[in-house]
């Protein structure tokens, strides 16, 4: 039996063009974003420590992204036989939907508001401002604040985290991007089944947002990068001494000395 590492990918393994200040283009490596869509990279210690920690421990990505942006990214030898997404609504073997997984996470759903409603409330909320994006995939409801904005800031999703407590949904704010879904979809829970059907010995998990809270606590390790939604707040969970892109690859590190794997 091996460990597992359960690792979320957006600002903890993987990194958009902003997150790589510093950085010449001979020390990223380019994970996504090949045929000119979204581009996201980690360094190349990062990319190469990731092969090796791969080839001791399972490594399951473990993200809020859909399927269609989950399998976007290309890991360059360290490609996971399991990954969750969804935050945790659906996991995939081998590039598969578990159905039977599937079905579970329906079934908790439906113990809170329908994702349509609380769609319908954000929307409503937002309509003064044409700017603001409201979306959904998989039953997470998305809102996208614009870079700039006069009528509609940061400082106004405490009306939106107001919707989120009324639907008994998990509400996080990462930037402009604002995430909601039953509180009983955590990645935690999948984590936790993932890791019983590899029979891992030790989980290892790294994130930086509150949907990662859950999941950090569960693990053996955890470990979240010096940015953030958690960064600032004393939450128990050890954070790197890098920010950005850099930590990446800190994580790893401190992922490959707790498990005892040579990077």
Same mark, same amino acid.
């Given at each position: 039996?091996?460990?597992?590492?359960? *690792?979320?990918?957006?600002?903890?393994?993987?990194? /958009?063009?902003?997150?790589?200040?510093?950085?010449?283009?001979?020390?990223?490596?380019?994970?996504?974003?090949?045929?000119?869509?979204?581009?996201?990279?980690?360094?190349?210690?990062?990319?190469?420590?990731?092969?090796?920690?791969?080839?001791?421990?399972?490594?399951?990505?473990?993200?809020?992204? /859909?399927?269609?942006?989950?399998?976007?990214?290309?890991?360059?030898?360290?490609?996971?036989?399991?990954?969750?997404? *969804?935050?945790?609504?659906?996991?995939?073997?081998?590039?598969?939907?578990?159905?039977?997984?599937?079905?579970?996470?329906?079934?908790?759903?439906?113990?809170?508001?329908?994702? &349509?409603?609380?769609?319908? *409330?954000?929307?409503?909320?937002?309509?003064?401002?044409?700017?603001?994006?409201?979306?959904?995939?998989?039953?997470?409801?998305?809102?996208?604040?614009?870079?700039?904005?006069?009528?509609?800031?940061?400082?106004?999703?405490?009306?939106?985290?107001?919707?989120?407590?009324?639907?008994?949904?998990?509400? /996080?704010?990462?930037?402009? /991007?604002?995430?909601?879904?039953?509180?009983?979809?955590?990645? &935690?829970?999948?984590?936790?089944?993932?890791?019983?059907?590899?029979?891992?010995?030790?989980?290892? *998990?790294?994130?930086?947002?509150?949907?990662?809270?859950?999941?950090?606590?569960?693990? &053996?390790?955890?470990?979240?990068?010096?940015?953030?939604?958690?960064?600032?707040?004393?939450?128990?969970?050890?954070?790197?001494?890098?920010?950005?892109?850099?930590?990446?690859?800190?994580?790893?590190?401190?992922?490959?000395?707790?498990?005892?794997?040579?990077?």
């Amino acid at each position: 039996m091996r460990p597992a590492y359960f *690792a979320d990918l957006d600002a903890t393994t993987l990194f /958009s063009a902003r997150w790589t200040a510093g950085f010449t283009a001979d020390e990223l490596h380019q994970v996504e974003g090949f045929d000119g869509g979204h581009c996201s990279f980690m360094t190349t210690g990062a990319i190469r420590k990731l092969r090796l920690l791969a080839q001791a421990a399972d490594f399951v990505p473990t993200t809020t992204r /859909s399927l269609q942006q989950a399998t976007a990214v290309r890991f360059a030898g360290a490609e996971p036989e399991y990954m969750i997404i *969804a935050n945790g609504i659906h996991i995939l073997f081998r590039g598969e939907i578990d159905a039977d997984w599937a079905e579970r996470s329906a079934a908790i759903a439906d113990l809170a508001a329908p994702a &349509d409603d609380v769609l319908a *409330a954000c929307r409503l909320a937002a309509r003064p401002h044409p700017d603001v994006r409201v979306k959904t995939h998989s039953g997470i409801v998305t809102i996208v604040l614009p870079r700039t904005s006069p009528g509609f800031t940061i400082d106004h999703a405490a009306g939106l985290r107001e919707i989120a407590d009324a639907a008994d949904y998990s509400f /996080s704010q990462q930037g402009r /991007s604002i995430m909601m879904l039953p509180r009983g979809l955590t990645k &935690d829970r999948a984590a936790g089944e993932v890791a019983r059907r590899l029979g891992a010995t030790l989980t290892a *998990a790294a994130g930086d947002s509150y949907l990662d809270l859950g999941m950090l606590g569960w693990a &053996d390790i955890a470990v979240r990068p010096r940015h953030g939604e958690l960064h600032g707040h004393d939450v128990g969970i050890r954070e790197t001494e890098t920010s950005g892109v850099a930590a990446g690859e800190e994580i790893l590190d401190i992922v490959a000395a707790e498990l005892g794997v040579a990077l």
